[in-house]
């Protein structure tokens, strides 16, 4: 089911063992345009700090009255490493957060291993040096990491081949995959000031510095574009 990223804010996260708090926003591979993480903040239980969630680490049951249930404990999630998520992910904060919890890696190197609970885990983990060899491999330079929040981009400016034509307010994503499939754009005084749906792979580029994203299509395909109506996405009520 696809749904609209804005409606799944403060949506509660329900670890096995009582709530653990809201989701504030979702970090995103600005290359393949999957969603990695869910933000959340913790709010008075772990005195506001934010950390992160792997969509996998979702149950897979039906999401009803504003809950994300995990498979995980607070005691994990209380012991997970400390992130800044005002800041882009490196893949090694990755790497600790994957061993952390003894996750499977996205990017291709296996189970990551250690964790600080002890807790046995149904899966093989990777010996030390095999994760050495791994972190050198897809370590990022700072210059290229790829792990950016759904907050941060929206906003933007959007630019045609032939000008600009208004900003991103939403992205619309699968909930089964996380693949974000669509970003929304308020075309502002363009079109009536309508709002459009427009894939993802029409998105050229996106120029971090200048707060803009390029698309390979004219403003008269924007014109055109699927309008985006909220009432067609899945609403709940959030319950705190």
Known sequence: MERNIKSLINYNIAATDGMIGEVEEFYFDDKSWKIRYLVVKTGNWLSGRKVLIAP???????????????????????????????????????????GHYQWESYWGSGFYGGGSLGVSMPFPVLD????????KKDKHTDDDIHLRSTGSITGYHIHTTNGEIG???DFIVDDQTWQIKFIVIDTHNW??????????????????SENKIHLDI???????SILFKEADYPQV???N
């Open 167 to 169: 900003h991103i307010i």
């Open 237 to 239: 009520q959030t319950v």
């Open 56 to 98: 996998h680490a979702l149950l897979k049951q039906p999401w009803q009255d504003g809950f994300f249930p995990v498979n995980l404990t607070k005691k994990q999630i209380e012991n997970s490493p400390d992130i800044d998520t005002d800041k882009p992910v490196s893949r090694q904060q990755e790497i600790e957060l994957y």
């Open 191 to 208: 079109f009536g000031g309508k709002k459009v749906s427009i894939p993802v792979a029409h998105v050229k580029e996106i120029n971090w």
């Open 218 to 224: 004219t403003s008269s395909v924007v014109d055109k």
């Open 128 to 135: 030390q040096k095999v994760l050495i060899e791994a972190d």
